[in-house]
C-alpha cells in the first residue's frame, strides 16, 4: 500500500486532520515514516486542500525540546510549523471543549485525542491521519493510521 495507498487517500478529502505524531515523524525524519509525511506535507503545499490540527499539537511537541533543554528541537518546531502552507492551526474554543468532552464520554479517548478530534469534527476535515489506533473509535472521520499503510 505504502505512498500509493496514502495518494489514494488524500485524493478522497479536501480537508485533512493531523495528529501530532505526523508533525514528530516529520520533523525528526523518522526513517521509518518520513517518505510518508514527506508525501503529506507535499500534498499540502501543491493542493488546494487543507488541513487542520490542534493547538494542542504545539503543546505535544515541545514537551521534549523543554524537558532536555534541546533549543535547537525547539526552535526547529517553533519556526517551521506555524508557517506551513495550508495548515490551520485551531485552538480550543467552548464548543470545540464540548465536543472533545463528548467524543472522551463516548470513545473512551484520552483529553488530548479527543480534543484532536473535535478539531478535526468542528473544522470539517473528512480524515485524520495519525499513528494511533485509538481514534479508530471514531466512526465521523476516516482514520488513517499510518503503520497500516506498511501492510
Known amino acids: ?11 478522497r478529502h479536501q480537508r485533512i ?5 505526523i508533525f514528530i515523524y ?22 488546494p486542500a487543507s488541513a ?17 533543554g534541546d533549543e535547537r528541537l525547539l526552535n526547529s518546531f517553533l519556526s517551521l510549523i506555524p508557517a506551513f502552507p495550508n495548515l490551520n492551526w485551531i485552538a480550543p474554543d467552548l464548543e470545540i471543549a464540548i465536543l472533545a468532552a463528548q467524543l472522551r464520554a463516548l470513545h473512551r479517548l484520552r483529553t488530548p485525542d479527543a480534543l484532536q478530534a473535535a478539531t478535526a469534527v468542528r473544522s470539517q476535515a473528512t480524515a ?4 494511533d489506533p485509538d481514534f479508530d473509535r471514531l466512526s465521523n472521520l476516516e482514520v488513517v493510521v499510518l503503520d497500516r499503510l506498511f501492510s
Open 17 to 21: 486532520a493531523l495528529d501530532t505524531s
Open 52 to 68: 487542520v490540527t490542534s493547538t494542542i499539537t504545539m503543546t505535544e511537541l515541545l514537551v521534549q525540546p523543554f524537558r532536555e
Open 128 to 131: 485524520l491521519i495519525t499513528n
Open 26 to 47: 516529520q520533523l525528526q525524519a523518522n526513517a521509518r515514516y518520513v517518505d510518508l509525511t514527506d508525501h503529506i506535507f507535499s500534498w499540502l503545499e501543491r493542493s
Open 1 to 11: 500500500m505504502g505512498i500509493e495507498g496514502l495518494r489514494a487517500i488524500l485524493r
